[in-house]
């Protein structure tokens, strides 16, 4: 009996030692860094870089060489739209409210002559103080600007000879107060006029 109880206590100590060489699962392999890879992103970037450098210079170069487009003068742009409400003649009123407005935005910012809320009578009084018409220029306007007002409020049905009359008035407006300038800058602009003008649906 004593035999076997050694026994007993020999196996129970061994029995944590048995535990303890037990075989464990084996870890996954460590990735290591690539160089090679984050080299290859490094120069991605840079050829990005330069490419986009490369075309915001051709972009640069080619913006500066769109010549600019000249502006249309008040003058200009007043006789375009006198000549184009020509073909409101049939409509006596419609044709006056468009040459009249017309002339007074011409007047306005050929001599930066700012009233666009006045009346006739006002804006004819403010205008009389200046010295931006002649004489005979500011009596001609007030007497253009009075016919019109007679059409535009007081129903008067003029014949188209009048309202030709009317129209060549305020050509002739536009042509003697026009500005002067150089003949090379007046084609230019002639010319971007006709192309615009040609463009327009």
Known sequence: MAQVASNSLLNAASIPSAAGNTL???KP????PDPWKWAMIALAIVVAAVAAFFLWREW???RAQVPPIPIIPA???ARRKL?????LISQPREFCIVVSDTIRGYLEERFR???PERTTEEFL????????LAPDQKDGLGEFLKRCDLVKFARYEPREPELRDLHESALRLVEETEP???PAAQDAVHATCNTQHAAAP
Do not use: C, G, M
Not at 29 to 32: F, K, N, R, T, Y
Not at 83 to 87: F, G, I, K, R
Not at 125 to 132: A, P, S, V
């Open 60 to 62: 640069k170069r080619r």
């Open 75 to 77: 003058h200009v742009r």
């Open 29 to 32: 392999p460590v990735e290591l």
């Open 180 to 182: 002067v300038t150089e």
């Open 113 to 115: 002559f700012h009233a």
């Open 24 to 26: 464990r699962d084996i």
């Open 83 to 87: 000549e184009e409400a020509l073909a």
């Open 125 to 132: 009084y403010e205008l009389r103080e200046t010295n931006l």
